[in-house]
Nanobody, 115 residues
Framework: QVQLVESGGGLVQAGGSLRLSCVAS????????IEWHRQGPGKQRELVAA???????RYVDSVKGRFTISRDNAQKTVYLQMNSLKPEDTAVYYC?????????WGQGTQVTVSS
C-alpha cells in the first residue's frame, strides 16, 4: 500500500516562508519522480514542481525563483521550500508519484497566505 503524507502547511503573511514535507511509504523511492501540485479556491489543480531520480527539477513559471523542491532518499521525503509567498499561492498542496499505471496522491496540506 503506497501512502503519501504531506505536512507543513499553515497560515503565513505575504512575503513569508513555509516548508512542506511529503513522506512516502514505497519501495524504490529513490527511483521515483515526485511532484507537488496545488489547487486554489475555484481553480484547477496545477503542477507546481517536480524532482526526478537524478535530482533534476522543474517548476511552473509562477513559482520559479521562489520555490525549491528537494529530496532526501534516505528519509523517503520530498520537500517544497516556499519563499516570498503571495496571496495567490493560497491552495491545498498535494504531493504525488506514479508507480506503474497508478498515480498516488497524499491527502493535501492547506497553505493560506494573507495579504
Amino acid at each position: 500500500q503506497v501512502q503519501l503524507v504531506e505536512s507543513g502547511g499553515g497560515l503565513v503573511q505575504a512575503g513569508g516562508s513555509l516548508r512542506l514535507s511529503c513522506v512516502a511509504s514505497i519501495s524504490l523511492f529513490s527511483l521515483k519522480t515526485i511532484e507537488w501540485h496545488r489547487q486554489g479556491p475555484g481553480k484547477q489543480r496545477e503542477l507546481v514542481a517536480a524532482i526526478d531520480r537524478s535530482g533534476s527539477t522543474r517548476y511552473v513559471d509562477s513559482v520559479k525563483g521562489r520555490f525549491t523542491i528537494s529530496r532526501d532518499n534516505a528519509q523517503k521525503t520530498v520537500y517544497l521550500q516556499m519563499n516570498s509567498l503571495k496571496p495567490e499561492d493560497t491552495a491545498v498542496y498535494y504531493c504525488s508519484l506514479q508507480s506503474g499505471y497508478i498515480t498516488y496522491w497524499g491527502q493535501g496540506t492547506q497553505v493560506t497566505v494573507s495579504s
